[in-house]
């Protein structure tokens, strides 16, 4: 018996660091002139560091360093040309996903940067919001609404996905009836995330859930993640009506 939570980790890791292409060193989005929305201690220290490693093989790579005394929780990561500054794309990284954690203070992340295949990297990037675990934001009040937006999002796949797992415990689904169930609840609206990638690739390609005593036990197993992470985001209390409304200050 095996559960598909690595393997579909990996497929969704474009999701949990998600690229995005362009719509419109330290390094800061106060440096480019961004309108800014700046809230809490940790945003008005800018509390963070970027450096752009250079390309020692298979690509270059970031590094943030969290300065601040209180966790960093997301962040999102703006490339652009320096020819002629136009943003070319971004990444965004959240620790409220799986198999991740807060930056605590000195902490870092390292990644690869994202492109456009065929395209050349980006020599210029920025983080243009970020997060804080007090609730400190800084940043672009557009960019800080993906992180909540993606959040939000998320949430409200884990709460499907627990409410669909949990009936099936209680009946006592079948494989087949879970999968006409997971199958119906999309029809509703299309489940994304890591919860949705969990189920749909144990659902559909892990021949143990074929035995009702492994079904029953990787549910559970499944529940108890679900729920874990959904309380996760609950207590980050995502807001979109928050991103520029608050007592904070921004900057032109």
Not at 131 to 149: M, N, Q
């Amino acid at each position: 018996m095996r559960i598909y939570a690595t393997d579909v980790l990996s497929i969704f890791a474009s999701f949990l660091l998600a690229w995005f292409p362009a719509q419109g060193k330290r390094s800061t989005a106060a440096d480019s002139g961004q309108s800014l929305t700046v809230v809490g201690g940790c945003a008005q220290q800018h509390a963070f560091q970027l450096h752009l490693q250079p390309d020692t093989g298979g690509g270059p790579h970031f590094v943030v360093t969290n300065l601040c005394a209180e966790p960093l929780t997301a962040f999102y990561l703006e490339t652009s040309s320096s020819a002629d500054g136009r943003p070319t794309g971004g990444q965004l990284w959240d620790a409220l996903s799986p198999h991740r954690s807060p930056l605590a203070k000195d902490g870092t992340i390292s990644q690869s940067l994202a492109h456009v295949v065929g395209q050349p990297f980006s020599d210029k990037i920025e983080i243009t919001a970020a997060v804080w675990a007090d609730g400190s934001t800084f940043g672009d009040p557009e960019k800080l609404k993906r992180i909540f937006l993606n959040r939000i999002t998320d949430l409200q796949s884990y709460e499907r996905a627990i409410s669909l797992v949990q009936k099936g415990l209680q009946e006592n689904w079948t494989r087949d009836q879970y999968v006409a169930a997971w199958d119906q609840e999309n029809k509703k609206a299309p489940l994304t995330g890591a919860a949705a990638g969990m189920m749909e690739v144990n659902l559909r390609r892990n021949s143990g859930l074929d035995s009702p005593s492994n079904l029953r036990r990787i549910m559970q197993h499944f529940r108890e993640m679900f729920i874990q992470y959904r309380d996760l985001l609950r207590q980050s209390k995502p807001d979109l009506n928050a991103v520029g409304n608050s007592n904070g200050r921004t900057t032109p």
